[in-house]
């Protein structure tokens, strides 16, 4: 018998049939390029046992089982002959279906196997998309067919996934309460392969913070580091729910819509889209950032339709500078890697940055022997957290945060410390010092961010950058990125020292300086206006026309009765994000119409979205529905009212999605409409 520590015997108490000991997956991985879950499905089917003899036969059977039916794609001809001779055959492939319109019919594709016209019957299809988008790995048994009328050569008689047929949440929790908060810890890190025992705790949350992603959907995570120390693997082979775009070629019609086929891309059909080498990331449509920036900001976009999704962005990718000179060169940041084409907006949306210089590379002695989960039921915990649970709530409930986290930093943070929760503590609540541990970590993720943004642009946007957070007890505590702690500490050092030095005297002669200088003039004065716009114009754009008159409102009152059309919704959306920019604003109250109760009800779901991205900025959307309406205008609480003859909806729809002026509303040519703004 095999000796096992006092976290085995727990384990595979707590979880019969569903752990293995991982030291077999790194022997027979050795050997070959097989992705680690197909590997360990293999290894619980013949080697779940605890018996060395029993262990060794199954291993046995794993290699004979690779050998027999894992196709290398160098052996392709070989395998395709096989089948031939002997009619029929069972291969572990990874399997993609098209839809070919010249033939009217749907044709499997086996990557190894390195055939891409395979018969498929619709009962393998119709019920799992990701075969269409990705594909997916499987236990496919393959018939030859010898009729020579047919224009196919084989058909697929079985496919089976590979992955755990069902999964039981409840007794998944009840278990995992058997262990405590860091034996749980442990058990996740053994269960990447990795050996917990020389990490440190911070070095352990960085490994957990790249399942972020799984556990935590629409999760933006971005992790830069020196190249081989695993950053690819998580995303490439540890769960067969998340893909790995390698290469760095990447488009609109691939990753969200594809407008010829409609069909969704991608993002549709994984719980982790990972971007592989970022660096290198070429981006031929210029649409794609635009559309990466609305899904990252909230998990939907429009591409002449709606589409919304679950599925996290990651970034990975290396960074070759000294980490000191990227921090401390005032022309250089952390960001120095990435492509161009992520501007500001791209990068503000990113939720953790995570360190990968501080996390030492792969190697053979990093690994664990212990037992640990199979990697294909942790990736269904995940992929069932992710899509079945939500902490969100909790988290909101216990967090209080200094004053400079707010917006996009809040949310990132109670995402990041929702990921936390989901994966260590899946049912029940933490301790106050491990929330305060998951708070802390949330907030310097989030903090390197926006260092980095405010290297890039040092104005006031991104300045305030002391990220607090309140304890039990009430004291505020500031939390500091490790890199750049010592930077910062710094200049607050020299600020008070500064400002310690200021006399008494020089306080009096600049009060007396202040006195004695000209007055600024105050700000414009707002004016009425009533004009029309022209068939063709330019140059009206909400931000343009109505930002100005709209700072200083708590509230704002739209009514419009029509608010039905997906363009439509852009405009609102655009509306309430100038009700964003406004600063002052938090309400948005909409009244609008519908046609009858199927167009409310649709109308209420893509509202629904909107109303909780708002959240976020601290504004609340309420939707009122009234069908005897027919004026259109904007009332603000400060007094002005905003008439326009058209509503919203007074720019020409482009014919060409890709056209200049799409997004930006100024450059949108006008439909002819009057406005008229004014007190009461």
């Known amino acids: 018998m095999m000796k096992l520590d006092a976290l085995d015997e727990k384990l595979i108490s707590a979880y019969p049939g569903k752990v293995v000991k991982k030291s077999l997956l790194h022997e027979i991985k050795k050997g070959t390029n097989v992705p680690s879950f197909v590997l360990e499905f293999l290894l619980a089917k013949f080697c779940a046992s605890e018996d060395e003899e029993e262990i060794e036969a199954g291993k046995e059977a794993v290699l004979e089982t690779i050998q027999k039916n894992y196709v290398r794609p160098s052996e392709a001809e070989t395998a395709r002959s096989l089948v031939v001779q002997k009619g029929r055959h069972k291969f572990i492939d990874k399997v993609h279906v098209k839809y070919v319109e010249r033939d009217k019919r749907h044709w499997a594709e086996m990557e190894n196997f390195n055939s891409q016209r395979i018969a498929i019957n619709e009962r393998f299809y119709k019920d799992n998309d990701r075969l269409f988008e990705g594909g997916i790995w499987a236990e496919v048994t393959l018939g030859h067919n010898d009729q020579d009328d047919d224009n196919y050569s084989f058909y697929i008689e079985d496919l089976r996934p590979i992955q755990l047929a069902r999964f039981d949440f409840k007794g998944f929790c009840e278990n995992r309460n058997e262990f405590s908060r860091d034996e749980w810890i442990d058990v996740v890190i053994r269960s990447i392969g990795l050996d917990p025992k020389p990490m440190n705790q911070r070095l352990k949350f960085h490994y957990l913070a ?18 081989g120390n695993g950053k690819s693997y998580t995303f490439s082979e540890f769960s067969p729910y998340g893909t790995l775009i390698s290469g760095g070629q990447t488009s609109t019609s691939i990753l969200f819509y594809n407008n010829q086929r409609r069909r969704v891309g991608i993002i549709g059909f994984w719980d982790v889209v990972a971007f592989d080498e970022v660096g290198n990331m070429k981006v031929r449509d210029p649409q794609t950032i635009q559309i990466m920036k609305d899904y990252m900001a909230n998990g939907r976009f429009s591409r002449g339709v709606e589409v919304i999704a679950d599925a996290s962005l990651a970034y990975v990718g290396n960074i070759d500078d000294s980490i000191d000179k990227l921090v401390n060169a005032p022309d250089m940041d952390l960001f120095k890697p990435l492509p161009a084409a992520f501007d500001l907006a791209v990068l503000h949306r990113m939720y953790t940055y995570l360190p990968g210089w501080e996390v030492p590379q792969a190697s053979s002695k990093s690994l664990t022997s212990s037992f640990a989960f199979i990697t294909d039921y942790l990736a269904e915990v995940m992929h069932y957290l992710a899509h079945k649970t939500n902490r969100s709530s909790y988290v909101q409930s216990k967090l209080k945060l200094g004053k400079a986290v707010i917006g ?16 260590l503590h899946p049912e029940g609540d933490p301790t106050p010092e491990e929330f305060n541990e998951y708070v802390e970590y949330a907030l310097e993720g989030r903090r390197r961010v926006k260092e980095q943004l405010n290297k890039r642009k040092p104005d006031d946007e991104f300045a305030d950058l002391d990220f607090s957070y309140f304890d039990e007890s009430g004291t505020e505590k500031i939390v500091y990125c490790r890199e750049s702690e010592n930077l910062f500490k710094g200049q607050a050092e020299r600020q008070v020292s500064n400002k310690e030095e200021v006399k008494a005297e020089d306080i009096d002669s600049a009060v007396d300086a202040i006195a004695e200088s000209p007055q600024l003039p105050a700000a414009d004065i707002l004016e009425e206006q009533h004009f029309s716009v022209h068939y063709g114009a330019k140059g009206f754009g909400y931000e343009t026309l109505f930002l100005k008159y709209m700072r200083g409102a708590e509230s704002v009152a739209v009514q419009d009765p029509y608010i039905r059309a997906s363009h439509q919704f852009d405009n609102f959306q655009k509306f309430c994000e100038l009700a964003v920019k406004a600063g002052t604003i938090r309400k948005v109250e909409l009244t609008t119409a519908s046609n009858d109760q199927e167009q409310e009800d649709e109308a209420r779901g893509k509202l629904y979205a909107l109303t909780d991205s708002l959240k976020d900025y601290d504004i609340e959307l309420t939707v009122k529905w009234n069908n005897h309406i027919h004026d259109r205008e904007i009332k603000l609480s400060n007094g002005w009212t905003i008439k326009i003859g058209r509503g919203l909806d007074y720019f020409q729809r482009p014919d060409d999605w890709m056209a200049i002026g799409v997004y930006d509303l100024d450059m949108r040519a006008c439909l002819e409409t009057s406005i008229d703004i004014f007190k009461g």
């Open 210 to 227: 790249r399942l972020f992603p799984f556990v935590e959907a629409n999760y933006n995570f971005i992790e830069l580091g020196p190249r």
């Open 408 to 423: 996009r930093d809040e949310k990132a943070v109670i995402k990041t410390v929702s990921a936390f929760l989901k994966l």
